[in-house]
């Protein structure tokens, strides 16, 4: 069953291993949050003291000399003991830091989950919803959260917007994110997508961004019946941009055919394909 899911980005400062290095390098002054914010700092025997707005922040010396090594984000919540963004389970989630003022990417099992090849997670979220070519007052379903920052993209463009994630723990790593806060002006819904849209009204959204992860891990949301899904909550004319990126291009298989196939045979009209990257197609 599916559930809406309460957004709330958690209390506290990101500490990057660019920060971390900065500190040891005996800064008065860095930065916090990717770089979208600067505090004092001072060093108090074996600990680094942030003294930020929203409160005074310890982190020891050596938790921030093995940071400086990583790829990894510390999070540090007000009064509490900071820890790594990540999560261990069945599988392994972690933020991954790409640089200062650059959007993390959520990395799983070893796998980006966004593009970042030449490009950043927001400025590609960002060509995602041009593509759609979004306005403001429309209706939009986002399917697989992720960090949202599409949703937040189509949302910044004056959409209203529902996004979809299957998975609670993609959304608990996001609230540790500082470049996925407004993710709390938008519905989110809690569940597998194959079956939440059946859950939706019949011709609600304006547009839809598909965004699943490759194809070996999602081959449902790749299929007719899922295609035929969003037929149904798309309403006439409503526009669909399918992510698909380029995976097996090196063994010779051509994700986007069958794509564009199956599209068609839902009722899409496939009106733009950008080859190794996504389909844009309209119903019809």
Known sequence: MSRKYLFKPRPGITVTPGTAKSVLCGAS?????YGLGRVSVKLEGDHAVFEAETGVFRVSLELLRGLAEWDRVLFVPP?????LVEVRGEHYYKLKYLGELVAPTLEIDGVHMHNIVGTTPTRDAMRKISLLKVKEGEKGLDVCTGLGYTAIEAWRRGAEVVTVEADANVLYVAEHNPFSRQLEKVE??????FQVLDEMPEEEFDFVLHDPPVFAFAPRLYSREFYLKLTRILKEGGRLFHYTGAPGKHRGIDIQRGVIKRLREAGFAVTRVERGYGV?????
């Open 29 to 33: 002054e860095a930065s916090i949050d």
């Open 79 to 83: 009064s509490e003991e900071p820890y």
């Open 188 to 193: 989110i819904v809690l569940g597998d997508a």
């Open 280 to 284: 844009v197609a309209v119903k019809v």
